[in-house]
Nanobody, 121 residues
Framework: QVQLVESGGGLVQAGGSLRLSCAASGSFFSINTMGWYRQAPGKQLDLVATITSSGNTNYADSVKGRFAVSRDNVKNTVYLQMNSLKPEDTAVYLC???????????????WGRGTQVTVSS
């Protein structure tokens, strides 16, 4: 079945950078918008950034100017370049993709299991 696998998380000092990757694999008819969400302990799941199949992007106000989302449609992979990281960015980051499983089917959201990002100092 469809699988989304995140990688690239880790521990970094404030002001540092990380690059997250999320690769979609399995059988699906088409893939549309992909994006990143995050959830800190005891807090709600928040949108971080999304990117459409044509390259249009959307960012949460808290990450504008610091994060950049991109994608490789050949590899079915979405990336999140995170610069000038702050302790407030500490969270589990989850990948999301809108997929259509067959012609005539509905668009549905699929989720990865998440990767931990921890920012210290």
């Amino acid at each position: 079945q469809v699988q989304l696998v995140e990688s690239g998380g880790g521990l970094v000092q404030a002001g540092g950078s990380l690059r997250l990757s999320c690769a979609a694999s399995g059988s699906f008819f088409s893939i549309n918008t992909m994006g990143w969400y995050r959830q800190a302990p005891g807090k709600q799941l928040d949108l971080v950034a999304t990117i459409t199949s044509s390259g249009n992007t959307n960012y949460a106000d808290s990450v504008k100017g610091r994060f950049a989302v991109s994608r490789d449609n050949v590899k079915n992979t979405v990336y999140l370049q995170m610069n000038s990281l702050k302790p407030e960015d500490t969270a589990v980051y989850l990948c999301n993709a809108d997929l259509k499983m067959r012609w005539g089917g509905a668009w549905s959201g699929y989720w990865g299991r998440g990767t931990q990002v921890t920012v210290s100092s």
